[in-house]
């Protein structure tokens, strides 16, 4: 039987593998839990969170883990780096598909300034 878990976790251990954030260029991380949306820039080299947002602090949405929530979540995290000077990040999707919640979240960062 096939299991969506455990597919998302090997493809996840795949990918992180190969990404890994530094001091001049931090990971970009995306989770997707049944409720919200939660985003960080993590430094792997010294292990520590530079910033966490998570789509629960919005109070204005209406749901939280929509297309819409994923959007407003990239446009802060992009905002919150400018402010902390991070310019360049990688982008780890967490083993989730390159699609629609993740590929909102994605675009949006990107549109807002965030390179990877």
């Given at each position: 039987m096939f299991d969506r878990k455990k597919?998302?976790?090997?493809?996840?251990?795949?990918?992180?593998?190969?990404?890994?954030?530094?001091?001049?260029?931090?990971?970009?991380?995306?989770?997707?839990s049944n409720t919200s949306?939660?985003?960080?820039?993590?430094?792997?080299?010294?292990?520590?969170t530079i910033i966490g947002l998570s789509s629960l602090s919005f109070k204005d949405l209406k749901s939280k883990k929509n297309i819409e929530a994923a959007?407003?979540?990239?446009?802060?995290?992009?905002?919150?780096?400018k402010e902390k000077s991070?310019?360049?990040?990688?982008f780890d999707r967490g083993g989730n598909l390159y699609h629609g919640k993740i590929k909102a979240f994605a675009e949006a960062a990107r549109k807002s300034g965030l390179e990877f």
């Amino acid at each position: 039987m096939f299991d969506r878990k455990k597919a998302r976790k090997i493809r996840h251990l795949r990918i992180r593998k190969k990404i890994v954030g530094s001091k001049t260029k931090p990971r970009l991380n995306i989770f997707r839990s049944n409720t919200s949306l939660y985003g960080q820039i993590i430094d792997d080299s010294t292990g520590h969170t530079i910033i966490g947002l998570s789509s629960l602090s919005f109070k204005d949405l209406k749901s939280k883990k929509n297309i819409e929530a994923a959007t407003k979540l990239g446009e802060e995290i992009a905002k919150l780096a400018k402010e902390k000077s991070i310019k360049k990040v990688v982008f780890d999707r967490g083993g989730n598909l390159y699609h629609g919640k993740i590929k909102a979240f994605a675009e949006a960062a990107r549109k807002s300034g965030l390179e990877f």
